[in-house]
């Protein structure tokens, strides 16, 4: 995109409309040959609609993903940033279990027994 002319006004609506098409305050401030801050400081209400907008759409987008179509990859995603699933598993063993620290630089490695303790 070339730079618009700073005689073209800059209005809330292009503002708006610009963050929806997912460009940052500074990449439409470069877009209008504004200085650093200018959106933020006179636009930041319309970029933040324009913005939630985004955020919006692409949560449906996952979601239509996710329970429309089966995808399973999408599934996880949203089950571990919406519900807070993890891939922990609980590991158990019974009986002595070494562990090596690796010191790294002049130090030696030092081994831990677990039946020292």
Excluded at 9 to 22: M, N, T
Excluded at 53 to 71: G, I, N, T, Y
Excluded at 80 to 96: A, C, F, P, V, Y
Aim: aromatic share 6%; proline share 2%.
């Amino acid at each position: 995109m070339g730079r618009i002319p700073i005689a073209q006004k800059l209005d809330d609506d292009q503002v708006e409309k610009l963050a929806r098409k997912g460009m940052t305050m500074e990449e439409i401030e470069d877009l209008f040959g504004l200085g650093g801050g200018h959106v933020g400081q006179s636009y930041r209400e319309a970029y933040n609609r324009g913005t939630s907008q985004v955020k919006m759409s692409l949560r449906q987008a996952q979601l239509e993903k996710a329970l429309v179509h089966k995808d399973t990859k999408m599934l996880i995603h949203l089950g571990k940033h919406i519900l807070g699933q993890t891939d922990r598993q609980k590991l158990e063993h019974s009986g002595n279990a070494e562990i090596v620290v690796q010191w790294f630089g002049d130090n030696q490695p030092k081994v831990y027994d677990s039946s020292d303790s």
